[in-house]
C-alpha cells in the first residue's frame, strides 16, 4: 500500500515574511492565509483564515529580537494544536537564545532550553532549525531536530572564488570544531584566532594560533552579531601577511554598529544567509555583504518531512 502523504500547509511569521515566501516558492505551494492583530497594548494575537485541520502545519519564523517573534512563533503553534493540525514543524531557521546554552556564570539563565521547553509546550512536534551555536542543543528538545547545514551553502560559493591558498580560520577557540569541519571540504588547513574577553561584546586580546602568510583565508562563524570578533579578527589576520580575508557567518543578527564596521573593515566580503532579514536602510550602505538564500534547502527539508524522507541526504555538499 503507497504511504499517504497529508496536505501541507506553510505559514510565515511577520518576523521571516521574505525568507518564508521564497520557500513556498521553492517549494512549489503559496503560503497559507493568516493574520496577526494587536490590541491597543500591543498584545499580539495570530489567527489562520484557513483551515488546517488534519494538514502537516509547517510554521517559518526565526526567533531573533525582537522577542515578539518568539512570542508569535509560540501562538501560532498553539493555534495550529488547538485547530487540530495534524503535523506541527516549527521552521526556526535562526534560533534565537542558542548562545545561553549553558551555565557559563553562577545566577544565569539557560535560555536554549528554556526555548526549547516553550516550542515543545506550545504544541510542536518536531523542529527545523539551521546551524545552531552549540550541536548540543538538539538535545534540548524531547521532539525530533532537523539540524540543517549551511556548509551545503557556502561551500559551493567558497568553490566558485578559486582562491589559490585557501586556509580556513576560526575566529575563537568556541569555534574550532566548525572550522575544522568546513575545512574537510577543501582539504584546507585551519588556524585560529584565541580571544580574552573582558565582558559580552567586549574583546580584551587577540592572537593567532598558525601561519597565514600569503594565504586567502575564510573565516568561518555560525553567528555575527556586532560584527567585532570577525572585523578584529581580520584585521590580525592581514597584519600577520595574509593575502586576503573574508568571512562566512550563517546568522547576520548586527546589531548596533554592525554594519558599518563591516564596511569599515578589511574584510573582502562577509557571506551570510537570508535566515535573518537584514536592515534594508543599512544594509543599502554596506557593500561588502553577500547574501546566500536558504529557501531550497528548507524547501527540500520541509518535503522530505512530509514524504518521510531523508534529511542528510541534504547535506550533500559538490
Given at each position: 500500500?503507497?504511504?499517504?502523504?497529508?496536505?501541507?500547509?506553510?505559514?510565515?511569521?511577520?518576523?521571516?515574511?521574505?525568507?518564508?515566501?521564497?520557500?513556498s516558492k521553492a517549494y512549489g505551494k503559496p503560503l497559507g492565509d493568516k493574520t496577526l492583530s494587536k490590541f491597543s497594548d500591543g498584545e499580539i494575537q495570530p489567527f489562520y483564515?484557513?483551515?488546517?485541520?488534519?494538514?502537516?502545519?509547517?510554521?517559518?519564523?526565526?526567533?531573533?529580537?525582537?522577542?515578539?517573534?518568539?512570542?508569535?512563533?509560540?501562538?501560532?503553534?498553539?493555534?495550529?494544536?488547538?485547530?487540530?493540525?495534524?503535523?506541527?514543524?516549527?521552521?526556526?531557521?535562526?534560533f534565537g537564545f542558542a548562545r545561553q546554552d549553558r551555565k557559563d556564570k553562577p545566577r544565569v539563565a539557560i535560555g536554549a532550553k528554556l526555548i526549547a521547553n516553550l516550542i515543545?509546550?506550545?504544541?510542536?512536534?518536531?523542529?527545523?532549525?539551521?546551524?545552531?551555536?552549540?550541536?548540543?542543543?538538539?538535545?534540548?528538545?524531547?521532539?525530533?531536530?532537523?539540524?540543517?547545514?549551511?556548509?551545503?551553502?557556502?561551500?559551493?560559493?567558497?568553490?566558485?572564488?578559486?582562491?589559490?591558498?585557501?586556509?580556513?580560520?576560526?575566529?575563537?577557540?568556541?569555534?574550532?570544531?566548525?572550522?575544522?569541519?568546513f575545512a574537510k571540504f577543501f582539504n584546507a588547513e585551519v588556524i585560529i584566532c584565541d580571544k580574552r574577553r573582558k565582558r559580552a561584546n567586549e574583546i580584551e586580546s587577540m592572537?593567532?594560533?598558525?601561519?597565514?602568510?600569503?594565504?586567502?583565508?575564510?573565516?568561518?562563524?555560525?553567528?555575527?552579531?556586532?560584527?567585532?570578533?570577525?572585523?578584529?579578527?581580520?584585521?590580525?589576520?592581514?597584519?600577520?601577511?595574509?593575502?586576503?580575508?573574508?568571512?562566512?557567518?550563517?546568522?547576520?543578527?548586527?546589531?548596533?554598529?554592525?554594519?558599518?564596521?563591516?564596511?569599515?573593515?578589511?574584510?573582502?566580503?562577509?557571506?551570510?544567509?537570508?535566515?535573518?532579514?537584514?536592515?534594508?536602510?543599512?544594509?543599502?550602505?554596506?557593500?561588502?555583504?553577500?547574501?546566500?538564500?536558504?529557501?531550497?534547502?528548507?524547501?527540500?527539508?520541509?518535503?522530505?518531512?512530509?514524504?518521510?524522507?531523508?534529511?542528510?541526504?541534504?547535506?550533500?555538499?559538490?
Amino acid at each position: 500500500m503507497p504511504l499517504q502523504f497529508n496536505t501541507v500547509k506553510l505559514f510565515a511569521g511577520s518576523g521571516t515574511q521574505e525568507l518564508a515566501e521564497k520557500i513556498s516558492k521553492a517549494y512549489g505551494k503559496p503560503l497559507g492565509d493568516k493574520t496577526l492583530s494587536k490590541f491597543s497594548d500591543g498584545e499580539i494575537q495570530p489567527f489562520y483564515n484557513e483551515s488546517v485541520r488534519g494538514s502537516d502545519v509547517f510554521v517559518i519564523q526565526s526567533t531573533n529580537q525582537p522577542t515578539d517573534n518568539l512570542l508569535e512563533l509560540l501562538l501560532m503553534i498553539d493555534a495550529a494544536k488547538r485547530a487540530s493540525a495534524h503535523y506541527i514543524t516549527a521552521v526556526v531557521p535562526y534560533f534565537g537564545f542558542a548562545r545561553q546554552d549553558r551555565k557559563d556564570k553562577p545566577r544565569v539563565a539557560i535560555g536554549a532550553k528554556l526555548i526549547a521547553n516553550l516550542i515543545t509546550a506550545a504544541g510542536a512536534h518536531r523542529i527545523m532549525t539551521m546551524d545552531l551555536h552549540a550541536a548540543q542543543i538538539q538535545g534540548f528538545f524531547d521532539i525530533p531536530v532537523d539540524h540543517l547545514d549551511g556548509a551545503i551553502i557556502f561551500v559551493p560559493y567558497i568553490k566558485s572564488l578559486n582562491l589559490e591558498n585557501l586556509v580556513i580560520a576560526s575566529p575563537d577557540m568556541g569555534g574550532s570544531y566548525r572550522a575544522r569541519t568546513f575545512a574537510k571540504f577543501f582539504n584546507a588547513e585551519v588556524i585560529i584566532c584565541d580571544k580574552r574577553r573582558k565582558r559580552a561584546n567586549e574583546i580584551e586580546s587577540m592572537s593567532i594560533i598558525g601561519d597565514v602568510t600569503g594565504m586567502d583565508v575564510v573565516l568561518i562563524d555560525d553567528i555575527c552579531d556586532t560584527a567585532g570578533t570577525l572585523s578584529k579578527a581580520a584585521a590580525l589576520i592581514m597584519e600577520n601577511g595574509a593575502k586576503s580575508v573574508r568571512a562566512v557567518c550563517t546568522h547576520a543578527v548586527l546589531s548596533g554598529k554592525a554594519y558599518e564596521t563591516i564596511e569599515n573593515s578589511v574584510l573582502s566580503e562577509m557571506i551570510v544567509t537570508d535566515t535573518i532579514q537584514l536592515n534594508p536602510e543599512k544594509a543599502a550602505t554596506c557593500t561588502k555583504i553577500k547574501v546566500l538564500s536558504t529557501d531550497k534547502l528548507f524547501a527540500n527539508a520541509i518535503k522530505n518531512v512530509n514524504e518521510h524522507g531523508s534529511i542528510s541526504d541534504l547535506f550533500n555538499v559538490e
